[in-house]
């Protein structure tokens, strides 16, 4: 069973950068697609990019060409890479498996964008 904790976020003027982990814990991370999501203050959960085992990633409309996720089967870690970041990317991001699985859900890291 996997276990995934999130770390990275922080506050940051619109424009920057900001890079999120999620380390994996327990056996069986590399059998599994993996994804960031976000929910922001009074909005559903989203997801924001997804990869797969091989490496083959999707992402959503509103973060492709600005966020990049990668994987790491060696270390057992996934990463987002934000650019150009937005007042509308402020939210809670959390990584999971794809489909996500409840109990696989954690604390999760706060972005803020902020001026």
């Known amino acids: 069973q996997v276990q995934l904790v999130e770390s990275g976020g922080g506050l940051v003027q619109p424009g920057g950068s900001l890079n999120l982990s999620c380390a994996a814990s327990?056996?069986?991370?590399?059998?599994?697609?993996m994804a960031w999501y976000r929910q922001a203050p009074g909005k559903q959960r989203e997801l924001v990019a997804r990869?797969?085992?091989?490496?083959?990633?999707f992402y959503a409309d509103s973060v492709k060409g600005r966020f990049t996720i990668l994987r790491d089967n060696a270390k057992n870690t996934v990463y987002l890479q934000m650019n150009s970041l937005k007042p509308e990317d402020t939210a809670v991001y959390y990584c999971?498996?794809?489909?996500?699985?409840?109990?696989?859900w954690g604390q999760g890291t706060q972005v803020t964008v902020s001026s």
């Open positions: 990869i797969t085992r091989g490496g083959t990633t």
């Open positions: 999971n498996i794809v489909p996500p699985s409840p109990k696989y």
């Open positions: 327990g056996s069986g991370f590399t059998f599994y697609d």
